[in-house]
């Protein structure tokens, strides 16, 4: 090779490196904030309780007298047992509710009563269980309990909704009076209201989103959504739900916390999901404030399409013992025991692996939050959205697509249509037929 080929080369290798190192530098010059969900819990003094926010009874549609549904949940290690009846707002296990006139059918066929003054003390101080209690969550309701469509939105800590049928199509009514009355919500099960378990690109359409996150977004009470629901049938698609509700409302500053329950009406749905609360005591008040803030995991033994249709956990859920944030080099750490594998999710896709996720080494895949999810024999347990703002999160804004205006016969038929939708009759012909 002669001198003048040698120059040329070398300056040709000399441009590459350049070009890597300018690209390499300009990748890692990025920098977020990160808004961390955990951020508030000491994990040297802090509790993790096993909670179950969504129960029924015989007292609505349940299958089982409330002593029964309690006795379950404490023989299973429930630190925390929220009995959320249709319509039915709980005043205490040990205290008979108000029933709803019609469906409360059950106080005619049964003879029902609550959980005796004497065991409700012995369940409440833990005992025969090493003095481990398990909480009476106050005032717990599932709200809209007698519509057709199934839009359900859970309610606590207020007494709002008691004996209110609902309406058809209506999120905001129960979630704005809960905030009005001073208590929070989070919607249930939402993948049931389109059926995206018959096809999940019904929880990615902004269109049909819309019903959620408006409601998100305009009322600071209504903290979030159930992502697993029972045993993953109808909420199978609600993962991918929350991932598009989450890029529409973060950028937005909204953030909505994924909750998990077994809405058990059997005995053979309880202890399918928990929630493990992040409290430094065993309160309605510490609880409150962990489901406002997020400090929480989610948690189910069945999860469809991340471990399988035919998987059910057995045995332990992974346990965290910290998570740290590194805000000089963006870097998420995780430590916890007993899991096969850690990934991290953002925008609905898994972009990276490992107990310590990098932002800026994948900022070219990260969205405007990411979470981890880790999964092991026992099943799945999913982290908060962590926040992550590059300081362009207005480049990250996704708008509702644009409608074409109606003609005024087509806005009157619209009109009526909707009409129609919000009877009873009326959705349940559009719930067989539409969906």
């Known amino acids: 090779m002669t001198t003048k080929k040698l120059i040329s080369v070398i300056l040709v290798l000399f441009t590459l490196l350049n070009v890597l190192s300018v690209s390499a530098f300009a990748a890692n010059s990025v920098s977020y904030t990160i808004k961390n969900p955990y951020e508030t819990v000491d994990w040297d003094t802090f509790n993790q309780y096993k909670a179950q926010l969504h129960a029924h009874t015989l007292y609505s549609d349940g299958g089982m007298d409330v002593k029964d549904v309690v006795e379950e949940y404490y023989r299973q290690d429930y630190d925390i047992l929220a009995i959320t009846d249709h319509g039915v707002v709980n005043k205490g296990w040990d205290e008979m509710p108000e029933m709803l006139p019609i469906i409360g059918y059950n106080k005619f066929l049964y003879d029902l009563s609550p959980v005796s003054k004497e065991r409700y003390e012995e369940i409440t101080t833990g005992v025969g269980r090493d003095g481990r209690p398990m909480l009476d969550v106050n005032q717990g309701i599932e709200m809209n309990g007698v519509v057709m469509r199934k839009n359900h939105v859970n309610g606590f ?25 001073g208590g929070i919500s989070f919607i249930d099960h939402p993948g049931d209201f389109y059926a ?4 999940y690109e019904r929880a990615k359409d902004l269109n049909n989103l819309k019903i959620f996150i408006e409601p998100l977004l305009e009322y600071e009470s209504c903290v979030g959504m159930e992502i697993f629901n029972e045993r993953d049938t109808v909420a199978q698609a609600d993962r991918i739900l929350w991932d598009n509700v989450l890029m529409y409302i973060v950028p937005r500053g909204k953030v909505a916390w994924g909750f998990s329950n077994d809405d058990s009406h059997t005995i053979e ?22 489901m406002e803030n997020g400090t929480f995991f989610a948690c189910s033994r069945i999860a469809r399409p991340e471990l399988g249709e035919e998987f059910e956990g057995t045995g332990e859920y992974s346990k965290i013992e910290k998570i740290t944030v590194d805000e000089e080099q963006d870097i998420i750490t995780v430590t916890a025991n ?24 994948n900022s070219k895949k990260l969205g405007s939050y990411v979470r981890f999810q880790i999964k092991n024999e026992g099943g799945i347990v999913m982290s908060q959205p962590f926040v992550c703002d590059d300081g362009n999160m207005e480049a990250k804004m996704i708008d509702f697509p644009e409608q074409e205006p109606l003609s005024f016969l087509e806005n009157a038929f619209a009109t009526v249509v909707e009409k129609i939708k919000r009877t009873i009759l009326g959705e349940l012909v559009y719930r067989m037929f539409c969906l």
């Open 269 to 290: 749905n309880i202890g399918v999901t928990a929630e493990i609360m992040l409290m430094p005591e065993l309160s309605n008040d510490a609880l409150r404030t962990a």
């Open 196 to 199: 995206a378990h018959h096809d």
């Open 157 to 181: 800590f207020c007494g709002a909704f008691q004996g209110d049928w609902g309406e058809e199509e209506d999120y905001v009514s129960p979630i704005k009076a809960t905030e009005e009355a």
């Open 338 to 361: 007993n899991y096969d594998v850690i990934e991290w999710v953002s925008d609905g896709k898994i972009i990276a692996t490992g107990n310590a996720f990098n932002l800026r080494e």
